[in-house]
Every structure is written in C-alpha cells, then in structure tokens.
C-alpha cells in the first residue's frame, strides 16, 4: 500500500539556523513521483519540487535542498539558514504512475523559524 | 495565462445547506483533482475526473457528496445537507495528463458549516 510518512509535527528553530524536514515513503510502484509543498498561514499550497522514481540526484535551489535515497525510501528536504518567512506547514507527498496520479500526502510538519 | 481558479475563496453554510464548489483548471488541462484538508490535517484525495467522467472516485464519501466535470464549464463539487464535520478546506488541482505531468493547485475553498 502506498504511504507517506512524516515523523517530525512540529519543528522550531532560530533563524540562521539549518533545518531538516524528514519525508519517508512506502509504495510498491516501480515508477512513481515524489513531491514538496508548502502551505504558508495564508493558506494556498505552494509547489517545491517533483522528483521521480528514475532520478536520484540530490536537488539544491537557493537555500532549498532535497535528499532522495531510495535504498531507505526517504525524500528529505533541508532549508538553509532559515528565515522567518519559512515559517509553513510542509507537506510531502506520493504519486505513482499506475494509481491514476492521485497525490498520497503525509500529515506534514510545522515549522516555526523565530527571530 | 491564468492558474487553477477555485471560487469561492470562503463559504459558510448552515447545516442540511447545499455548498457548491468550483474549479477552472489551467487552460488546454483536461485532468481535474479534488482533495480534502480537514483541520490540522494534511491533504486527503477524494476525486479524480476528467472531462465527462469519473476516473476515480475512491476518496468520495459514500453519500451526499458528489462531483462532475462537464465538457463545457468548470468542475464542480457538490455537498449536500452539509454537516459540521464537512467543515474543511477543499483543494482542486489540474494538469495536462497522467505520467510525467505536473500538478498545479488551486488556492481552496474553505467551508464552514454552522
């Protein structure tokens, strides 16, 4: 069965700091795509990133960086030297190419980056 | 080029109401999504459409909801007698295709039912 599993509820740092929001996936689809979103206090999703199954490259934009391994089922996302408009709740979410593309989200993680 | 337009932004509905629900998608995309967002929860599917028909509808409760993608017109999904616990925020999301495709979100409704 397909699942998306974010440990982390709610995270808290300074800012400046580094931050890492966990993001660990089940599925049995061989081909399938992995996502971040962001959803700020205002409320809409905003996309980060899709990454599929075939490319395990880590990414990096600007302060963003993910980790895709598959060997442990893991896509995390690290935020360097936060800032206080980094302050979301943060989603990571599953879609596999046979399951009609629908989005499995986990329960995401609040962050909170205080001055 | 405009992106996935959901309307309202805000509904408020009393209960045993009907709430309706709107979503444009982005133009020349012919796949439309909606997902639930229970508070303080993360992102439920509950319907995958694509023009004129339902492709998956695994994630609708069973009775009182319901949703349609006419060839002509915006995706709508339909709550009827709305209960408190439909109180929610309702996403849509539209793209191209299946595959390699991405998705692009709307801003959500968010209903409240009193």
């Known amino acids: 069965a397909q699942k998306v599993t974010q440990a982390q509820t709610e995270i808290s740092v300074v800012e400046k700091e580094d931050v890492t929001l966990d993001c660990v996936y089940e599925t049995r689809d061989t081909t399938y795509y992995l996502f971040w979103y962001k959803q700020p206090p205002s409320g809409e999703l905003v996309f980060l990133i899709r990454r599929n199954s075939f490319d395990e490259q880590n990414e990096i934009s600007g302060r963003y960086s993910w980790n895709f391994q598959k060997s442990t089922s893991s896509f995390n996302f690290t935020i360097t030297a936060s800032q206080v408009v980094d302050s979301a709740v943060y989603f990571c979410a599953l879609s596999e190419a046979r399951n009609t593309d629908k989005l499995i989200f986990g329960t995401g993680t609040r962050l909170q980056v205080f001055p | 080029n405009a992106g996935v337009m959901q309307n309202p932004r805000h509904l408020v509905r009393r209960r045993g109401q009907e709430a309706r629900l709107r979503c444009s998608p982005m133009?020349?995309?012919?796949?439309v999504y909606w997902y639930r967002q229970l508070p303080e929860e993360g992102l439920k599917f509950m319907v995958y459409?694509?023009?004129?028909?339902?492709?998956?509808e695994s994630g609708m409760p069973k009775e009182r909801f319901s949703a349609e993608f006419p060839k002509e017109g915006p995706s709508i999904l339909r709550i009827q007698q709305v209960v408190r616990g439909d109180s929610a925020a309702y996403f849509c999301?539209?793209?191209?295709?299946?595959?390699?495709?991405?998705?692009?979100f709307g801003s959500g409704t968010r209903l409240t039912v009193v």
């Open positions: 999301a539209s793209s191209l295709g299946t595959g390699d495709y991405g998705y692009t």
């Open positions: 459409l694509q023009k004129e028909n339902i492709i998956d």
């Open positions: 133009k020349g995309h012919s796949h």
